[in-house]
């Protein structure tokens, strides 16, 4: 933190709440880009498919759908770590939202003072504010989740979890049996 700190405080205000929201977005990208890579090893997807699947699955979708394979056929000591880690991801997906959708500027405080506006049936203006100190936690924040998933034992655990989904059941009905729901509760196909 007392890197990024130094860094931000060189800049004069408005360029230092630019930097710091370039700096999330950025960080966020490549957070993004992690839990990508995580479906991509736990659906065993190739290169293009996985950028499709990227480019067309908001990143809130793509946590679910790792934190589901997870719970599903993940190993036992590796579920506590990586449900964290996904929950995180979705906060920090949920935040994100904020950052890049929400008009900013310079606030006193020397971070960045967010302006959102809710108006689906009534309306409320609220400012969000983040210190520099905060601003940077936030940063960090998307540093640790991204190094956390991208780590030897979280790719490990994805492998292993990849394994297991392949020796599970192919079919709806077989899943359904496998949870001791009778195969009537399947989708219909029309």
């Excluded at 929201?21 to 290169?47: K, N, P, T, W």
């Excluded at 960090?140 to 979280?154: F, M, P, V």
């Amino acid at each position: 933190m007392l890197k990024g700190t130094v860094l931000f405080r060189q800049l004069s205000q408005p360029m230092r709440c630019w930097a710091i929201v370039g700096c999330y977005i950025g960080h966020f990208a490549l957070l993004e880009l992690a839990v990508s890579s995580a479906l991509r090893m736990l659906l065993d997807l190739d290169s293009l498919a996985t950028a499709i699947f990227a480019r067309n699955m908001g990143m809130i979708e793509k946590v679910q759908a790792v934190r589901t394979l997870v719970n599903i056929a993940a190993p036992t000591n590796a579920k506590a770590t990586l449900n964290d880690l996904l929950k995180r991801a979705k906060s920090a997906a949920e935040e994100r939202n904020i950052v890049a959708h929400v008009p900013f500027g310079e606030s006193e405080t020397g971070g960045v003072q967010f302006h959102a506006v809710d108006a689906k049936g009534t309306f409320r203006a609220t400012v969000l504010e983040w210190s520099l100190e905060a601003s940077i936690d936030k940063i960090d924040e998307l540093r640790e989740i991204k190094i956390g998933l991208n780590s030897e034992r979280s790719k490990a655990a994805f492998d292993d979890t990849r394994r297991v989904k392949k020796g599970s059941p192919r079919t709806m009905e077989e899943w359904l049996r496998e949870l001791g729901l009778p195969p009537s509760a399947a989708p219909s196909a029309e």
